[in-house]
Every structure is written in structure tokens, then in C-alpha cells.
């Protein structure tokens, strides 16, 4: 990012509502490799964002150590997950691409403003239910305090549109909970966020188990597809996912698994799902998953060969994430500043 864009951006923070654009903040953990339902559901949708508005996009390796992370293989999948937003389309001349850790007041605003979130909220969010059956022999205070740090991730840059797969929904209403609690405290503190989320490929789910969501951290790897996948490796997965014994590739009730991979299709060529059902109406269950693994692949293609290409320079990749940060914790101050003197620290 150049030092005018610099510039441009840490201004904006300021007169942003002046210049009639919006401000963008969203972010996926490192917990696993990228899959296509983080893909489709969240980074795919963030790449047309940018053009008209002021986007900051993070890695949130802060969040992944609410599961136990090894070190060595975390730094590598932060730095893979950076690599890949480039690689998906996200563009260091338009928007903020960083890792969470490298702006503090994530962590100073989520103690903040857990003083101001309540147990019994925490208490009723899904995710931290099932990720604490999930992990029962580790259930601690920062998967409780989860949805409190991604409210600061947001509320820090005065966000006004977080775009979000529909497992976040939750999260993103908690957010606006404490948001307009603090702001009913302290004046108008925080810009009140609003959830964009897909009508279509908001929830792709487990190709092994089409009742549940596919989830980067699932322990059989047939059940995702990875963004980095090789086409062989995409068609085997696609060929052994779960379907029904109607054998009609029609979407409706009891046909989880032919709705996943309708949904996917859809998404992946821009068809509709009216649309793609009465092409392959007449197909049997095998042909039609060809036809969603090619379709796959060919989405993933580019992506995958952009990645491999910024792999190769991993100084450029740096600068990126580096000049990122360092706009960022300029936005990211303004905020901390006015929280910390409405609340009434002592400016230092
Ligand atoms: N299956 C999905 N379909 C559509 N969108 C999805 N997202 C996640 N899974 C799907 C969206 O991806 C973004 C990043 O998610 P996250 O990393 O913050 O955590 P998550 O929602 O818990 O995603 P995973 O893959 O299931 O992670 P693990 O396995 O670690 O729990 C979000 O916008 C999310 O909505």
C-alpha cells in the first residue's frame, strides 16, 4: 500500500461518513485449512466490497487459541490464510489485509468491553455451546469471551457492514447489543454494525454429514473441500459425498445432502438453484456430482495458482501485512482513545 493510500485511509477514519463510504471489518480464524464454506460463505463475498468501500480484512489468529493451536503449525496457516486472501482476490491497493494480533486494541477493547457484556448473554451463544461439547477438556474463559473480542475486532474501526457466513449471526447481534449499551452510557461512541449475509451459500454443509455446517477444523477431511485442494483430490471428495437413496436431483425437504450440493453449484457458476435443478434434472446422482466438482474446481483454479505464485515472494507478502498493520493501529487508536477517555482513564 503506498504511502498516499496510507494517508488516505487513516483520514478516512475521520470523514469516512463524509465520503459517503462505508467501512468494512471481517476476518476468519486460522483453525484449519480454508475451506469453500468459509469461502463461499464469507471470502468470496468480500472481494466486490472493495471497490466501494473502506475494507479491513484480518486474519483472526487471536480468536484460533480458543482451541489449542500447536505454535508451529499456526504460524504457517496465519501466514498460508494471509497469503490466500490475496490469492481469493482481496487487494493490498484497496483494503487493510493484517493479522489480528498485530493490532493490540483488539485485546484492550474486548477487556473493555466484557465489563460491559453480560454471562447470561455469553451463556446462550450456539457456538460456544457446541464448541464446548466439542472440547470438553478445555473449555476456557476465552471460548466464553469469544463473541465479546470479535464485537471489539468490529467496534474498533467504526464499522459499518461485517459480511458473514449465517453461523455469525448470533455474534453479530451480541455485537450490536454491547455497542448500543456502551454507546447508551457514553454518547455515540460506536457506529452500529450491520450483518451482510448471503441469500445463497450462507451455510454450506459437511459433504459427509449434510446436517451439519462444513467446518475448517473437521477431523475427517473428506467432509470439506479445501480451498488449496488439487482437482483430484476435489473430484474424489465431491464423488463420495453424502446424498439419498431418492436418487432425483430435486432440492427439497429430507435431500440435505443434493440441496449442499445444489447450493455449492450455484454459488460456484452464479446459476440459480431453480435453474441448475432443471439442467441436471435428468442426471443420475454421479454425473450431477461430476458436475459440481468440475464446477468447483474451476472456481478454485485461479485461486489456487495465485497462491502458489505469492508463495514465492514472501517479502511482498510481509509488506502487505506489515504496512496493513500499521494503518490499522492508527484507525484502531482513535477508537481505543475515545473509549478509554469516555470511560474516564487518565490520557496518557
Ligand atoms: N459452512 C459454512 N458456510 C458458509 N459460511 C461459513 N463460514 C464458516 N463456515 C461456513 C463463514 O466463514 C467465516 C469465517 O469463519 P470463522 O473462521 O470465523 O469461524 P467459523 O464460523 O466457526 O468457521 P469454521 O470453518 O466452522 O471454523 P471452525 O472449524 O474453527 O469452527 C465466517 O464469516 C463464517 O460465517
Known amino acids: ?52 468501500n473502506e475494507c479491513c480484512f484480518c486474519v483472526v489468529d487471536q480468536h484460533s487459541i480458543t482451541v489449542r493451536q500447536d505454535p508451529k503449525e499456526l504460524r504457517q496457516r496465519c501466514l498460508d490464510f494471509l497469503t490466500l486472501y490475496i490469492a481469493c482476490g482481496l487487494d493490498p491497493d484497496k483494503s487493510l489485509i493484517y493479522f489480528q494480533s498485530h493490532v493490540p486494541a483488539h485485546a484492550q477493547l474486548a477487556w473493555v468491553l466484557n465489563c460491559y457484556t453480560y454471562m447470561g448473554e455469553l451463556s446462550r451463544m450456539t457456538q460456544f455451546k457446541e464448541k464446548s461439547l466439542k472440547h470438553q477438556d478445555n473449555i476456557n474463559a476465552g471460548l466464553f469471551t469469544y463473541p465479546v473480542l470479535m464485537a471489539a475486532d468490529i467496534l474498533l ?91 432425483k436431483v430435486e432440492y427439497g425437504d429430507g435431500k440435505d445432502g443434493i440441496n449442499n450440493l445444489l447450493t455449492i453449484y450455484s454459488v460456484a457458476t452464479g446459476e440459480s438453484i431453480e435453474s441448475t435443478q432443471a439442467r441436471f434434472a435428468n442426471l443420475g446422482y454421479g454425473d450431477f456430482k461430476m458436475q459440481v466438482a468440475e464446477a468447483v474446481v474451476e472456481l478454485l483454479r485461479p485461486v489456487r495458482e495465485k497462491y502458489y505464485d505469492l508463495k514465492k515472494n514472501e517479502d511482498y507478502v510481509k509488506s502487505v501485512y506489515t504496512k496493513s498493520a500499521d494503518v490499522a493501529n492508527k484507525i484502531a487508536g482513535r477508537t481505543m482513545d475515545k473509549v478509554y477517555k469516555k470511560i474516564g482513564f487518565i490520557a496518557r
Open 1 to 52: 500500500m503506498s504511502e498516499n493510500k496510507e494517508a488516505d485511509l487513516t483520514a478516512a477514519n475521520t470523514e469516512n461518513k463524509a465520503a459517503k463510504k462505508k467501512r468494512v471489518f471481517s476476518g476468519v480464524q486460522p483453525t484449519g485449512r480454508l475451506v469453500l464454506g468459509n469461502y463461499l460463505g464469507a471470502v468470496k463475498n468480500w472481494v466486490p466490497m472493495q471497490d466501494e
Open 157 to 247: 474501526y467504526q464499522t459499518d457492514l461485517v459480511p458473514v457466513g449465517i453461523d455469525q449471526k448470533q455474534h453479530l447481534e451480541i455485537a450490536q447489543i454491547i455497542a448500543k449499551r456502551f454507546n447508551g452510557a457514553y454518547g455515540d461512541v460506536f457506529r452500529i454494525p450491520e450483518a451482510i449475509i448471503p441469500k445463497v451459500g450462507a451455510k454450506i454443509m459437511s459433504l459427509q454429514d449434510p446436517t451439519s455446517k462444513m467446518s475448517k477444523s473437521d477431523v475427517n477431511p473428506k467432509a470439506y473441500i479445501a480451498v488449496l485442494d488439487e482437482p483430484d483430490t476435489i473430484i474424489k471428495k465431491m464423488k463420495s459425498a453424502v446424498t439419498d437413496s431418492d436418487g
